[in-house]
Structures are given as C-alpha cells and as structure tokens.
Nanobody
Framework: QLQLVESGGGLVQPGGSLRLSCAASGFTLDGYAVGWFRQAPGKERERVSCISSSGVTTNYADSVKGRFTISRDNAKYTVSLQMNSLKPEDTAIYYC????????????????WGQGTQVTVSS
C-alpha cells in the first residue's frame, strides 16, 4: 500500500491561488489513477478531481471546473492540483488518494490515502 504525502496547503485570500502536490513515499505513482478529495467541517467528503494513470483523462467536480487543474509528472512521481480563483467555500482539508487502476474508479476503490493538507480561503 502506498504512503501518500500532500503538501502546499495554507491560508489564501479569496481570488488567490494555491498548488497542492501529492507524492508517494519511496514509490512511483505509475500505474495508479490519482484523485484529490476534500472535506470541510460538518460536510461529507467530496471528490474534487481525478487523473488517469496515463494523465490523458481528467475529471472535475462541477464546483471547481474552470478553476482547478490536475496534472501529473510521472518522472517526478507527483500529482498536482493547481487551484485558482479560490473561494471561501473551497476551505477544507484536501486529501490525495491512489487507485491501482488505469482509469479513475469509484471512490471505494481508492485504497491509499494521504494525511491531508489544510486549505483555508479567507480575507
């Protein structure tokens, strides 16, 4: 089972940007679809975005389409989430998760999770 580590969270003003990164400790993410999820206080976890193992296929939640971009660098074993035009409602703990699948699977198939990184959007 992969150990995933997220980085890049923090405090940002509305309209600002952050870039989150997800890395597999000691392993490559080759052959894994990787997703970003978030959970705000008092709310259910939601999938924000996912990228296939090849990087060709991506998908996004409607709430972040046009603002967030997921990408992967298999040479660096990382998956990133560029978040632009951030809103207060984007405040949450963000988690990356991996599934040994070519294409993005349903949520229960993500077997490896990181510890999460806090993103706070506030003025």
């Amino acid at each position: 089972q992969l150990q995933l580590v997220e980085s890049g969270g923090g405090l940002v003003q509305p309209g600002g940007s952050l870039r989150l990164s997800c890395a597999a400790s000691g392993f490559t993410l080759d052959g894994y679809a990787v997703g970003w999820f978030r959970q705000a206080p008092g709310k259910e976890r939601e999938r924000v975005s996912c990228i296939s193992s090849s990087g060709v296929t991506t998908n996004y939640a409607d709430s972040v389409k046009g603002r967030f971009t997921i990408s992967r660098d298999n040479a660096k074993y990382t998956v990133s989430l560029q978040m632009n035009s951030l809103k207060p409602e984007d405040t949450a703990i963000y988690y990356c998760a991996a599934a040994r699948r070519r294409l993005c699977p349903s949520d229960p198939d993500f077997g490896s999770w990181g510890q999460g990184t806090q993103v706070t959007v506030s003025s």
